[in-house]
């Protein structure tokens, strides 16, 4: 296996472009345990941590660009990403322990493709939208529509995301993330939910996002449960709702972590919560 | 294979080694330069018996590339106190018991040191917090979580 630091973007994609088996390197906290576990066997490294511009969070049209090298410990300690964004940036700070924070990545974590990834329902109620890099050029292409199976992405042998963008927010909106693990921290999720919500001036809520992590394939958009939302101060037939939708929503795995049958109850449950704590956010009483 | 030639600095010395692609920056810091005590205790990232600094953040050493450090500042526990003259952190670790075999204890120091300086003042809780990704199976934390608060207050000049 080689390494090679990429100086740039075109670079780092080139290598890729030129290397079957190659991976790309950024806060490593995932691949280094594969390489180790011998679950990964890369032929090249392509460490992405040089080229200028991955490692910046950067205010863009009223939302952030945050860059692929952007360690979940810098997220964490942004003070106006953190006040736009606090469901995504609560959701990166989950990510593992103080160690982990200070290399994992939140591009890194969408990238790995872990169903149960903690920042990409998050991502995913926020709207963000990545930068994917290839040999023919930058495209953006909603989170949403990267994410394919356990491991798996979209993005093709060539292709890299350079960055994600988190939108510009209304006013009355907030957004919130929760998750249900077994122990306090340091653990993976067994059920989450991420939601985003914004407000009218009476509090009624005019647009919902509703996302869930660790119960099917892919973290993954409940729209019926968003729609649950509209229109309500979330009372609680509207909460019924939305908890209804998730659990029709839900089709997850039985393993260690969980049974199928308490991660589809429990996702709902986050939901409910997460829509809840959103909802104060963006401004409105409960 | 050709092997990496990294520079880069521990505790403020300037170092240089050649290291294989793969090889993870805690074997380069007790292979290579003799600085054996980050521990390996999971080697993947779980138990933070690895844990030193990188540029001042706070990261474990076996998720680390050796060739990664090119240029990085590194801070292990060789460089916190000497046997002379102990930190407080390690002091108070000692008063209070607040280690049995030892294997987990040069990263609680690290780790704890990295907190304290971010946080002067930490609660009883921020300090659990932090110290999560430290696994202890012997002193069950609690003399730990002590020995840091008190090493913290005795850090700020409080009279404890």
């Known amino acids: 296996m080689r390494y090679v630091v990429a100086k740039d973007c075109p670079e780092a994609v080139a290598l890729l472009n030129a290397n079957n088996g190659a991976r790309l390197l950024a806060g490593g906290t995932d691949l280094l345990v594969q390489l180790k576990q011998g679950a990964a066997k890369p032929n090249i490294l392509i460490d992405i941590k040089k080229i200028d511009g991955f490692g910046n969070i950067a205010a863009e049209e009223g939302g952030f660009r945050i860059g692929a090298t952007v360690s979940g410990a810098e997220i964490g300690a942004h003070i106006a990403l953190k006040a736009a964004w606090p469901g995504v940036v609560e959701a990166v700070e989950l990510i593992g322990s103080t160690q982990v924070q200070g290399r994992a990545t939140m591009v890194g974590n969408l990238c790995n493709g872990s169903p149960a990834a903690d920042s990409v329902p998050a991502m995913l109620a926020a709207g963000a939208v990545a930068r994917v890099e290839g040999p023919g050029g930058a495209r953006d292409v909603p989170v949403a529509d990267l994410l394919k199976g356990p491991g798996r992405t979209a993005l093709g042998s060539a292709e890299l995301v350079s960055s994600v963008l988190l939108p510009k927010r209304g006013a009355r909106a907030g957004d919130a993330y929760l998750r249900f693990i077994p122990r306090t921290e340091m653990d993976i999720a067994v059920a989450s939910a991420g939601v985003n919500l914004e407000l009218d001036a009476g509090g009624v809520v005019v647009a919902a996002r509703v996302a869930l992590g660790a119960v099917a394939p892919t973290a993954i958009l409940v729209p019926e449960a968003a729609a649950a939302l509209v229109g309500s101060r979330l009372e609680a037939s509207a909460l019924d709702a939305c908890a209804t939708a998730c659990e029709a929503a839900s089709n997850p795995i039985d393993d260690k972590r969980g049974t199928a049958e308490f991660r589809t109850r429990i996702a709902g449950v986050m939901a409910t919560r997460a829509a809840k704590t959103a909802y104060t956010r963006a401004g409105g009483s409960l | ?160």
């Open chain 2, 1 to 160: 294979m050709s092997k990496i030639h990294v520079n880069a600095t521990v505790n403020g010395d300037a170092v240089e080694f050649l290291c294989e692609p793969d090889e993870v920056l805690l074997d380069v810091l007790r292979d290579r330069l003799n600085l054996t005590g980050a521990k390996e205790g999971c080697g993947t990232g779980d138990c933070g018996a690895c844990s030193v600094t990188l540029n001042g953040r706070l990261v474990a050493s076996c998720l680390v590339l050796g060739a990664e450090v090119e240029g990085s500042a590194i801070e292990t526990v060789e460089g916190i106190g000497t046997a002379d003259a102990l930190h407080p952190l390690q002091r108070h670790l000692l008063d209070h018991a607040a280690l049995q075999c030892g294997i987990c204890t040069p990263g609680i120091i690290v780790a704890a040191k990295a907190l304290l300086a971010e946080n002067p003042d930490p609660s009883e809780e921020e300090v659990r917090f932090w110290l999560a990704g430290n696994l202890c199976r012997c002193t069950g934390y609690d003399k730990i979580i002590r020995a840091v608060l008190s090493a913290a207050a005795e850090m700020r000049g409080d009279s404890a």
